[in-house]
């Protein structure tokens, strides 16, 4: 119903951004990832691909910078017992690439756990709902076997964990990476940046 939306955007927030579109603001809600491209190439128009979610209680518009993480998107919504909310936990978490190096059994189903809200029961599931879906995952590790952008020597999931044993929520931390899109490709040296971002 709605493919996407181009404009300029006008404000961000920690998991949000807002696009003027024909001059009407609308806020979309994305993940960490999406809103740290977006900051970091101010540019003054920007093209993104949405996905329109009809509730009975409200509308919520989600943007992507990438296709295969709406593609991500789509396809958790499609787990039993996945809502919007946790779909967006999960992209948080991991790469469109990494889901599918978990559902392949490349990864333990376990590290799904570390997603706020996803116990050992729910990420059970999940794995055996992405198991099935993994001929639509064909293309999520499309950046990882070209080698495009930087090369970076830990998942994501292993800097929260690092800043949690520090003392750090989610929240917390989510907040500071989206404030340092271009983090260092060391695990060490993006602790030590994110740490300086939190202790201000």
Not at 80 to 109: D, Q, W, Y
Not at 157 to 186: C, V, W
């Amino acid at each position: 119903m709605l493919e996407y939306l181009t404009g300029p955007i006008k404000q961000f927030g920690d998991s949000f951004f807002i696009i003027e579109v024909g001059g009407i603001g609308l806020r979309v809600i994305a993940t960490q990832n999406t809103v740290s491209k977006l900051r970091a190439k101010k540019q003054d128009s920007v093209l993104l691909q949405t996905y329109l979610h009809i509730t009975e209680n409200k509308w919520e518009i989600f943007g992507f910078s990438e296709e295969n993480e709406r593609e991500a998107f789509l396809l958790l919504l499609d787990c039993r017992g996945i809502g919007t909310k946790a779909a967006i936990n999960i992209l948080n978490t991991f790469s469109p690439a990494r889901l599918r190096k978990i559902a392949l059994g490349e990864e333990p189903v376990t590290v799904l756990q570390q997603v706020p809200g996803i116990g050992a029961k729910s990420a059970d599931r999940i794995l055996v709902e992405l198991k099935e879906k993994i001929q639509e995952m064909s293309n999520w590790d499309y950046g990882e076997k070209r080698g495009v952008g930087p090369r970076w020597e830990y998942a994501r999931e292993d800097l929260y964990q690092a800043l949690r044993n520090l003392g750090y929520r989610n929240p917390e931390i989510q907040m500071a990476i989206s404030k340092l899109p271009d983090l260092p490709t060391t695990l060490s040296e993006a602790v030590k940046q994110l740490l300086r971002m939190l202790g201000k």
